[in-house]
């Protein structure tokens, strides 16, 4: 399905984001892993490339823009474009907002969402060259509805979903979509930091959703693969929930 395209994906040496660049990989793509966890990230692509794929890892510190930069020349002048941009890479900072330190803000703003506007601004101009490209943002059910104890993380969320919203406005006219995915409670590393390995607990959050189970990394990297590819090349600025029905009721 991606034959000859390039596909950036953010934090792809964990959870979400690697099981995305699995999925591009397994459809042709040649991937760029992109994390600031080099162990990890480098993992990841000796994994794809012994399944004989196309792919390079990138150490990214996001909240850089001299490595978004870096990151975005590194995929073109590797792969001589970019088609695909999937903004993935996130983290999730739980301190109550009364006792939150502007640190832990920051941290949680510039690696949410500052992360996404310096990576689209770098490729938005290789893109508007090529005028072609897509934009697919890991937003969250917290983009849309408060998710309970974790403000400063749904604020991001928030602006994730309205950057997202813009740059479809804004760059329609260059041939270039954005979209976004917004997953609920998802079987990743940074769920079992936030609410643990306990299976009790685990079935709890689980009942939150109609369907009755958490999401898998691949339910959110099929939704990503559907809006980068060209079966959605009618939809821009969508918010599609992967989220087992949890923002229905
Ligand atoms: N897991 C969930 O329940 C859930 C639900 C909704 C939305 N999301 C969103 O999905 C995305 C992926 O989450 P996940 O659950 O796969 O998390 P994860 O912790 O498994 O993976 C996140 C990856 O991002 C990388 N990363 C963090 N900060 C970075 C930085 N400054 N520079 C480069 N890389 C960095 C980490 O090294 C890690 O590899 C996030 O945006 C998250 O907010 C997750």
């Not at 978004?68 to 903004?87: H, K, P, Q």
């Not at 502007?102 to 938005?124: G, I, P, Q, Y």
């Not at 009790?200 to 959110?220: C, F, M, S, Y």
Request: proline share 2%; hydrophobic share 45%.
């Amino acid at each position: 399905m991606f034959k000859d395209r390039v596909a950036i994906v953010t934090g792809a040496a964990s959870g979400i984001g690697k099981q995305t660049a699995i999925e591009f990989a397994r459809q042709a793509a040649q991937v760029v892993v992109a994390d600031i966890d080099e162990k990890s990230g480098t993992g990841v692509v000796d994994e794809l490339k012994t399944g004989g794929h196309d792919a390079i890892f990138v150490k990214t510190d996001l909240t850089s823009e001299a490595d978004c930069e870096n990151l975005i020349a590194t995929a073109g002048d590797t792969f001589g474009r970019v088609d695909i941009l999937v903004n993935n890479a996130g983290i999730e900072i739980s301190t109550p907002l009364h006792e939150m330190s502007v640190h832990e803000w920051d941290r949680l703003l510039d690696t949410n969402l500052k992360s996404m506007f310096l990576c689209s601004k770098h490729a938005l101009r290789t893109m508007i060259e090529a005028t072609s490209g897509v934009i697919v943002n890991v937003c969250s059910v917290s983009g849309l509805v408060a998710w309970p104890g974790i403000a400063a993380y749904n604020a991001t969320k928030g602006g994730v979903m309205m950057l997202t919203k813009s740059l479809a406005v804004d760059y329609a006219k260059y041939n270039i979509r954005a979209n976004c995915v917004c997953p609920s409670i998802i079987d990743t590393p940074m769920t079992d930091t936030s609410i643990g390995h306990d299976a009790a607990v685990k079935e709890q959050k689980a009942q939150l959703n109609p369907i009755g189970r958490l999401g898998t990394p691949e339910d959110v990297a099929n939704a990503i693969l559907f809006l980068a590819s060209d079966k959605s090349s009618f939809v821009t600025g969508a918010a599609l929930t992967v989220d087992g029905g949890y923002t229905a009721i």
